[in-house]
């Protein structure tokens, strides 16, 4: 439960969820960690009396479902599922973007709709993805943070043999290695400064990596890839970050910004005119994007194994949950609610 800004998460017996009509619920396998949680504690915010359960990167077994849920989803079913509640009555839910629903609700932050963090999770059945054979509860665990680097790729139109250069070497930085790899690119380019994350990404599939702390990231990449970034994907989410980006992108490139910075920031608009830079923001994912993850998984496409870098039980997430605000060597934590 998450209760108070500074307070660390508490483990509490709460009432099991029930579905609604177009619900289903999950009993949690796996459940991840995500960046935006750490994000979203950090902030002094009016809660509920009851607090929140966050979490919303999740797989599971379904053990109930309402009565409106189609869809050919049955009891037992191993799956996951986008954790979100959208409207289905706007602009975005019409365009098949549901995490763009200004109206719409992600698992975990509202308390209808608590998330993963737990033995039992509801999710719109709708949203719900089978995992096929092969793919385990872990693998389908990592989904939802994959898909966000997933659809940070998409929305560069990452072309075969670009130049990529990715700000920041944690899960979505990882992600967005691996699927840069995927779709062609001739060299992905990782700027990292803990040595722990250097050592992943290339796993996942950076051709190089290059610690900021030691080396100025303008001289390395064109040393590395024999010319100034097509690509340049922002994935820390600190204020400074997309300036950073902008100076260090080429003639005619992308900025894709996938971190998330919760405050105001400051950019130099003159620098992206001189360089006609096309600057983009990458917001979650589609349904689209759950589902080539998944496929690229059972196929054994791309491997997310290396981006898995610990699990704990309920009991150990609360003290799990604190270190990962600093500087820490992990990078995907998952939680095994059976632990």
């Known amino acids: 439960m998450f209760r108070a ?29 995500c960046g935006s949680d750490l994000h979203f504690t950090q902030i002094d915010r009016p809660l509920p009396e009851s607090g ?31 954790p979100i509640f959208p409207c289905r009555a706007c602009d975005a839910c019409d365009a098949g973007l549901p995490a763009l629903c200004p109206g719409g609700t992600f698992s975990g932050y509202a308390p209808d709709k608590t998330g993963g963090f737990a033995q039992f999770v509801a999710a719109r059945g709708a949203m719900v993805q089978k995992l096929p054979a092969g793919v385990g509860f872990d693998e389908g665990a990592l989904v939802e943070p994959l898909a966000v680097g997933h659809h940070a790729v998409a929305r560069a139109g990452l072309r075969r043999g670009e130049a990529v250069l990715i ?63 097509d690509v340049v994907f922002e994935c820390v989410g600190l204020p400074g970050m997309l300036a950073q980006a902008v100076e260090l992108a080429g003639i005619r490139a992308r900025v894709v910004v996938a971190g998330v910075v919760m405050g105001e920031d400051r950019l130099v608009p003159l620098t992206a005119l001189g360089k006609e830079v096309t600057i983009l923001y990458s917001q979650a994912y589609t349904e689209q994007d759950f589902a080539a993850v998944i496929d690229a998984i059972a196929r054994r496409e791309v491997d997310p194994a290396p981006l898995h870098t610990a699990t704990v039980g309920l009991d150990a997430l609360p003290a799990m949950f604190e270190s990962l605000r600093t500087a820490s060597p992990q990078c995907k934590v998952l939680i095994d609610p059976a632990l």
């Open 52 to 82: 929140l359960v966050l979490g919303h990167e999740y797989a599971g077994t379904i053990v109930a479902l309402g009565r409106d849920v189609g869809g050919g989803l049955k009891a037992g079913d191993r799956v996951t599922a986008l």
């Open 167 to 229: 700000l920041g070497g944690g899960p979505i930085g990882a992600a967005v290695a691996l699927f840069a790899r995927a779709a062609g690119a001739a060299h992905v380019v990782v700027s990292e400064p803990f040595p722990a994350r250097r050592e992943r990404v290339a796993q996942a599939g950076a051709t190089a990596v290059v610690d900021p702390a030691a080396e100025a990231v303008d001289a390395a990449f064109p040393r590395l890839a024999g010319k100034q970034p």
């Open 5 to 33: 800004a500074g307070r660390p998460l508490s483990i509490e017996t709460v009432a099991d969820p029930v579905p609604a009509a177009d619900e289903v619920i999950l009993a949690v396998a796996a459940a991840g960690i």
